[in-house]
């Protein structure tokens, strides 16, 4: 295939290979997540959206995530299912990119949010007489913006950086299309997208480093009271849960594609690359409606509120 072939050719996915058989097992499991992760995550939201005294700061922030990961769910779930239930896994190059800046937009979004976060949690319980002057609704509005605001200009110019480049060949040796995948094809020199690359990786592991600091001393301002102990295992606990399984799960991700071995076993390689988009959409409900007793109390009235209903009908 020659560089200057046409944008709307079709990329050829080689990571069903291996999955030859039980197809429809598979489908069947991956359409069940698919609309448990839906549904946990709408069930959340509507939670949050409806009730006033889920208006904090803290909630607001899980809502985004809850938001986030239906979108990340959805780049890649039907694209997968439709696989499943073909016998040539094609994507076509528009599809392709759509699916990468989608992708990339849900893994920075959610970091993003993460970070977001953990300062809102250092504020809360090593400022706590200054936290609502600081987390404002105004305050709150623009950190939401920024997060999503940042992640598109992110994937913006990824996705940018990788449309110029001409190709050639059409094999992507996943289950989904990815940046780097795709920048491997290249025909021409790759130096501009792997500074960027670089550059993304800089501005995620600094806001990893902050994290950190953020971290270290919101534990050793929880240890000096009961409150902040408490307060510690009610919303910190939870975060750091999720922090640590999207980092360690889009990690192994990153590492894989960049520097893994052809030769691994396709299934291995399928699930790296899968983690971070199937178990953060789905834990991040299980995980804050559990740990977060205002959710977890506002999520049984309204199954009470639900149950009741039934049985008078």
């Known amino acids: 295939m020659m560089g200057n072939l046409s944008r709307e050719f079709m990329f050829v996915l080689h990571g069903l290979n291996d999955a030859k058989t039980n197809k429809q097992v598979y489908f069947a499991f991956g ?3 698919y609309f448990f992760t839906l549904f946990a995550n709408f069930t959340l939201i509507i939670i949050i959206t ?3 005294m889920l208006h904090e700061p ?3 922030f899980v809502c985004n995530l809850y938001v986030n990961g ?3 769910a959805t780049s890649f779930y039907p694209k997968i299912l439709a696989d499943l239930l073909s016998d040539s896994n094609l994507i076509s190059y528009t599809a392709c990119l759509a699916q990468t800046f989608t992708i990339y937009c849900y893994a920075f979004s959610e970091f993003t949010c993460l970070t977001l976060m953990a300062y809102d949690r250092y504020i809360a319980i090593c400022k706590p007489l200054e936290y609502h002057s600081i987390m404002t609704h105004q305050m709150m509005l623009k950190l939401l913006l920024f997060t999503w605001l940042f992640s598109l200009l992110e994937s ?5 950086l990788t449309m110029r480049l001409p190709l050639c060949g059409n094999d992507i040796d996943k289950i989904y299309c990815s940046n780097w ?3 491997k094809l290249a025909c021409t020199d790759v130096l501009l997208n792997n500074v960027y690359g670089y550059f993304l990786v800089f501005s995620h592991v600094s806001q990893a480093v902050f994290i950190i600091i953020s971290y270290f001393r919101i534990i050793n301002a929880s240890l000096k009271s009961k409150t902040g102990r408490v307060k510690f295992m009610q919303t910190c606990l ?3 849960i999720t922090l640590i399984n999207f980092t360690i799960s ?4 990153v590492m894989y594609a960049r520097y893994g071995k052809s030769q691994q076993l396709q299934a291995l390689r399928n699930i790296l690359g899968m983690e971070f988009l199937i178990v953060p959409p789905l834990l991040n409900p299980l995980i804050y409606g559990i740990k977060m007793a205002q959710i977890r109390s506002r999520f049984m009235q309204l199954y009470s509120h639900k149950h009741k209903a039934v049985q008078q009908n």
């Open 50 to 52: 409806l009730d006033k």
């Open 31 to 33: 359409l069940l997540l």
């Open 70 to 72: 239906i979108c990340g």
């Open 181 to 183: 995948e795709i920048v």
């Open 58 to 60: 803290m909630y607001l």
């Open 238 to 240: 939870p975060h750091l």
């Open 156 to 160: 913006s110019i990824g996705a940018a």
């Open 250 to 253: 889009i990690l192994f991700d």
